[in-house]
């Protein structure tokens, strides 16, 4: 049987280059792996595909999965903020104790409405759902680039949501817990997306839930609570969603 290639091994112990031909540096991943002229580059790519038994169409059919998976990046996508950057930094010491959530979309396609739901849960079961933010650009030109903002403020028992682009800016404060007893005790976490997420269009997708507990928390990952699967563990969960339509 026939090993499985490994780009790794293909392309480490390099021979030294030389100054009479052009360099070329390899990666793996970002990494570079070894600078070599062009002639031995051939040659040693050459000799390590003969002893790996592979063919000159298998290497480049590796190759080219490789590059096609840098390069296929989503066209429409929302991403939640780098923790570690300045901008989530400055935002944290703006927000207070509970911080705040951060999110930037990016989009190559037009569309006609941005909405933000917000979807609460009572011991397992929806109890509310309500559209608390929509934006319209059926008259104007959709924005290319633009942010959403979730800051909890436990003291005062609220959610402030922003929503801004180049030429928009919206923002509300969605209550909490409201009338319930001993609130002020009650334990709580936050799950959001992570990594870049694609755009579906005409399709709610989750973006951040605020969970609430008297007796202890369950953190479930936002793509659970997104396909319906809640757990009861948690008192309250507010599970916000957003839609982009055309």
Do not use: W
Request: aromatic share 10%.
């Amino acid at each position: 049987m026939r090993s499985q290639i490994s780009l790794t091994s293909l392309f480490t112990r390099l021979p030294p280059s030389s100054p009479k031909y052009p360099k070329v540096v390899l990666y793996h991943g970002n990494f570079p792996l070894h600078t070599m002229d062009l002639i031995k580059t051939g040659k040693y790519i050459a000799d390590k595909r003969k002893s790996l038994g592979l063919t000159q169409k298998q290497v480049a059919e590796k190759l080219g999965m490789i590059l096609v998976q840098k390069c296929s990046y989503p066209k429409n996508y929302i991403t939640a903020v780098d923790k570690e950057g300045t901008e989530m930094k400055t935002a944290e010491l703006l927000s207070g104790v509970d911080g705040a959530f951060l999110f930037d979309y990016h989009t190559n396609e037009k569309f006609q409405s941005l909405t933000i739901f917000i979807s609460e849960y009572h011991f397992g079961k929806l109890a509310a759902k309500n559209k608390i933010a929509e934006l319209s650009y059926e008259e104007v030109e959709s924005p290319t680039e633009g942010k959403i903002v979730l800051v909890p403020d436990f003291e005062e028992f609220e959610v402030k949501l922003i929503v801004a682009d180049t030429s928009t800016k919206y923002s509300t404060t969605i209550p909490i817990l409201e009338k319930v007893e001993g609130r002020e005790y009650y334990g709580r976490s936050a799950t959001q997306i992570e990594g870049k997420v694609s755009i579906q269009k005409n399709s709610e997708q989750g973006l951040a839930a605020f969970i609430y507990g008297k007796d202890g928390l369950s953190t479930t990952p936002i793509q659970n609570i997104e396909q319906g699967e809640i757990d009861q563990q948690n008192d309250y969960i507010y599970f916000i969603s957003f839609q982009f339509s055309e």
